[in-house]
């Protein structure tokens, strides 16, 4: 006996974006719910949707207002933003309001349902961190705390170590500025001690730390660690 499938309930005003993500997603297995505004997409929450595309611009409320809303009633369902380009105040806002990542419009079908995965394993990992993390060259022992790079190992900082581990619980995910800082230091830390120690843990994990292929800048937002591989 098959799953039923995951419902992905679509939240966006423009009937082409619609039919467009309604043909990718049943495409691959899942069942879509569309909402053309902030009103219908409310009343779709009782349908129990496995994970949201919100795009920010609707006609009957601030999507942000609307996210602010699922989230006061549904605290765990993923949520992937669809912002226009140039809009890093609102994808900030929107990661600081609870979404778990964004795609810019226009958008590849492929990218989108990148970040849907991401979003879907996250939520997973969520109740509890992997034991063992790789992706690529980098392996970190969270239970020894044992980071090694191409089976060497490598000596961080205690707070070098802090950062990564962080990165490490929500390795796929955009991580802002100011939820590192709160993680770390506290909301009032200048941010350039937050640049400082990606810089560092960068010359140790990165096999060329001015293209790094781990920890990812999200320019004007914050980073994204590689997500872990299989």
């Known amino acids: 006996m098959n799953a039923a499938p995951l419902k992905v309930l679509v939240i966006d005003d423009e009937p082409p974006i619609r039919k467009l993500l309604r043909m990718g997603l049943?495409?691959?297995?899942?069942?879509?719910?569309?909402?053309?505004?902030?009103?219908?997409?409310?009343?779709?929450?009782?349908?129990?949707?496995?994970?949201?595309?919100?795009?920010?611009?609707?006609?009957d409320m601030a999507g942000?207002?609307?996210?602010?809303?699922?989230?006061?009633?549904?605290?765990?369902?993923?949520?992937?933003?669809?912002?226009?380009?140039?809009?890093?105040?609102g994808k900030v806002r929107a990661l600081d309001l609870g979404a778990d990542d964004y795609v810019t419009k226009p958008f590849g079908m492929e990218e989108l349902l990148a970040r849907m995965r991401t979003a879907l394993r996250h939520q997973l990992q969520v109740h509890g961190e992997r034991p063992l993390f790789?992706?690529?060259?980098?392996?970190?022992?969270?239970?020894?705390?044992?980071?090694?790079?191409?089976?060497?190992e490598v000596k961080l900082s205690p707070k070098e170590y802090d950062l990564l581990r962080v990165l490490i619980q929500h390795a796929g995910k955009v991580l802002t500025h100011r939820f590192l800082l709160r993680e770390l230091w506290d909301e009032l830390t200048d941010?350039?001690?937050?640049?400082?120690y990606v810089r560092q843990l960068r010359q140790k994990i990165e096999a060329d730390p001015e293209r790094p292929q781990h920890i990812l800048t999200e320019t004007g937002i914050g980073y994204r660690l590689r997500a872990p591989d299989g």
Not at 33 to 56: M, R, S, V
Not at 73 to 83: A, D, T
Not at 134 to 152: E, P, Q, T, W, Y
């Open 191 to 196: 941010p350039q001690y937050l640049r400082v």
């Open 134 to 152: 790789r992706a690529g060259d980098l392996s970190v022992d969270l239970v020894r705390r044992i980071v090694k790079v191409c089976d060497a």
């Open 64 to 89: 942000l207002d609307l996210l602010r809303t699922i989230r006061t009633r549904n605290e765990g369902v993923p949520i992937v933003v669809l912002s226009s380009r140039g809009d890093e105040a």
């Open 26 to 59: 049943s495409t691959q297995g899942y069942a879509v719910l569309e909402a053309p505004n902030g009103k219908t997409a409310l009343e779709l929450l009782a349908e129990a949707p496995g994970l949201i595309i919100l795009d920010l611009g609707l006609p």
